[in-house]
């Protein structure tokens, strides 16, 4: 059965926005990088991959309910912060507002009775729960490291140990 036209006309956008949001990611491990922290970088990298399997998780979503997917031009990110914490802090701010986007298509696909829709959103919406968290504890941790180097080092080298989890996606 294929996607209602308003479902379908979100679900695109949000492809879009889960592209951008690895761009986002992509930028700011690069910054990060040029910042003398491979920790952090690795984390940036393993935050743009995810991005990148929401938006292919979307993207198969919409083809096997048979309709069509339209890729629109990818918006540029900003490519450098002036801190850490201003990086995770833009981060924590992007992870809100994709959450706000998640919760509007929901509500959208609730409105035109799309339940199978809303299923999918309901695991998008607990993945964000777990990015938002995941990011504050970061910046809480910064904050309490102020400009201390030995916290930021061994915070670099925590973050450094980051994996991808392929499985929690194609759930």
């Known amino acids: 059965m294929e996607l209602k036209p308003k479902v379908l006309e979100a679900i695109n956008k949000q492809i879009n926005r889960e592209l951008f949001s690895a761009y986002l990611y992509m930028s700011m491990a690069a910054d990060l990088t040029?910042?003398?922290?491979?920790?952090?970088?690795?984390?940036?990298?393993?935050?743009a991959q995810e991005e990148m399997m929401h938006a292919d998780k979307f993207y198969n979503y919409v083809l096997e309910r048979n309709s069509r997917v339209i890729l629109q031009p990818i918006e540029a990110p900003q490519h450098e912060w002036k801190s850490l914490l201003d990086i995770f802090e833009a981060s924590l701010e992007h992870e809100k507002t994709?959450?706000?986007m998640l919760e509007n298509i929901l509500e959208l696909?609730?409105?035109e009775k799309d339940y199978a829709t809303e299923i999918l959103l309901q695991w998008y919406i607990t993945e964000q729960v777990e990015e938002e968290s995941s990011v504050t504890?970061?910046?809480?941790?910064?904050?309490?490291?102020g400009d201390a180097k030995s916290p930021i080092f061994m915070?670099?080298?925590e973050l450094g140990q980051r994996t991808l989890n392929t499985t929690e996606v194609q759930a």
């Open 98 to 100: 994709v959450t706000k």
């Open 109 to 111: 696909a609730r409105n």
């Open 155 to 157: 915070l670099d080298r």
């Open 137 to 145: 504890k970061i910046i809480d941790d910064l904050k309490l490291a």
């Open 34 to 47: 040029i910042k003398g922290l491979p920790g952090f970088t690795n984390w940036m990298r393993i935050q």
